[in-house]
T-cell receptor, first 115, second 109 residues
Framework: NAGVTQTPKFQVLKTGQSMTLQCAQD?????MYWYRQDPGMGLRLIYY???????DKGEVPNGYNVSRLNKREFSLRLESAAPSQTSVYFC??????????????FGPGTRLTVL | DAKTTQPNSMESNEEEPVHLPCNHS???????IHWYRQLPSQGPEYVIH???SNVNNRMASLAIAEDRKSSTLILHRATLRDAAVYYC??????????FGTGTSLTVIP
């Protein structure tokens, strides 16, 4: 039982390059989330998927796209990376039942640097 | 979701209890109080949550004020492994958690 896994762990991009961050969970959770964390800051929600087939914007969605590929997998795509997107990216999953999020489980993070 | 206020940093001696405060004066009746912590270079992990009554689990205790406008996370015996950033989050209905900057706990050997 791996929980939430993310790939890659580290990535360096040049401005304008694109990449996809992968996230998978094996807990059969219906909701998945992408956050970013800048140095010295708390986490900010980029996008979330309440259930398979749905995605919604969070607090800071500009410059990102997401795909809920199936119940297990939720990917985050940077189409044209910018230095302002240098951050640590965390994926999380949880159960979402009767209008409430239950405990969120987080992956280990992807450290992205955009030059 | 309502906002929370936490001290930026706290220190504790190893093996002593730690009380981490959180103010949430605009909490609504349906908001749960969640605590997460983030160890260095890791993703956040769940600690505890509650609604009205005090709660205990193997990691910590949560003491909730009678008017629910504040709460305190209690670590009964701090260890070096407890050095982390602790986040107090209010969660009502809806599908988002809002993390603030939390309290950075330093444990002194």
């Amino acid at each position: 039982n791996a929980g939430v896994t993310q790939t890659p762990k580290f990535q360096v991009l040049k401005t304008g390059q694109s990449m996809t961050l992968q996230c998978a969970q094996d807990m059969n959770h219906n909701s998945m989330y992408w956050y970013r964390q800048d140095p010295g800051m708390g986490l900010r929600l980029i996008y979330y998927s309440a259930s398979e087939g749905t995605t919604d914007k969070g607090e800071v969605p500009n410059g990102y796209n997401v795909s809920r590929l199936n119940k297990r997998e939720f990917s985050l795509r940077l189409e044209s990376a910018a230095p302002s997107q240098t951050s640590v990216y965390f994926c999380a999953s949880s159960e979402y039942v009767r209008g409430r999020i239950h405990t969120q489980y987080f992956g280990p993070g992807t450290r992205l640097t955009v030059l | 979701d309502a906002k929370t206020t936490q001290p930026n940093s706290m220190e504790s001696n190893e093996e002593e209890p730690v009380h981490l405060p959180c103010n949430h004066s605009t909490i609504s009746g349906t908001d749960y109080i969640h605590w997460y912590r983030q160890l260095p270079s890791q993703g956040p992990e769940y600690v505890i949550h509650g609604l009205t009554s005090n709660v205990n689990n193997r990691m910590a205790s949560l003491a909730i004020a009678e008017d629910r406008k504040s709460s305190t996370l209690i670590l009964h015996r701090a260890t070096l492994r407890d050095a982390a950033v602790y986040y107090c989050i209010l969660k009502g209905t809806g599908n988002q958690f809002y993390f603030g900057t939390g309290t950075s706990l330093t444990v002194i050997p």
